[in-house]
């Protein structure tokens, strides 16, 4: 027969003596609890959730390139490691990765023409209720539809440029 030995607490172990004291003694009723704990159906494990894993790149640099890695990260307010990760993933994806600062500016800049296409969208919308008539119009209409087109498009471009970046610096400093 095998043998289970654990370390339990002295006020715990006089608690089970006095419950086992009347079912037979310690090894009786321990026996009898593992067998019904062991008869029980065991938890099933969840389910693996897939989660991203990240690999780690070690770098050796020789000291005149390493301060020159540590300048360049400087100059755009960077760590190292977030410097060379940006370098490699612009490489990788072929598309500039922002720096903290350079996506919140494009971010202001998105959210300003976005309200230039709201502001168009309010003229051209009153030209169409105006008593204007003939070719002026229409000549209006057609170029605020125009500069709509075109603002939409940036603010489409100015997404496209965010996509796989803001997920990198959204979550380091």
Known sequence: MDRLTLRVSPDLIRRFDAAAAGQGGRSRLLRRLMDGAAQASLPTAP?????????????????????LLEA??????????????????????????????????????????????????????????????????????????????EIAAWVEALGEAFEGNLAYWAVRP
Request: hydrophobic share 45%.
């Open 72 to 149: 360049e990260a400087a100059a755009v307010g960077l760590s190292r490691t977030q410097w060379s990760v940006a370098l490699i993933r612009r490489r990788l994806r072929d598309r500039p990765q922002l720096s903290g600062p350079e996506s919140l500016a494009l971010i202001e800049v998105r959210r300003e023409l976005r309200r230039i296409g709201v502001n168009v969208n309010q003229i051209a919308r009153a030209l169409n209720t105006a008593v204007m008539e003939g070719q002026v119009l229409d000549l209006e209409l057609a170029q605020l539809g125009a500069f709509q087109a």
């Open 47 to 67: 389910e693996a959730v897939s989660t991203p894993r990240s690999g780690k790149l070690t770098l050796r640099l020789d000291e005149g390139d390493m301060r």
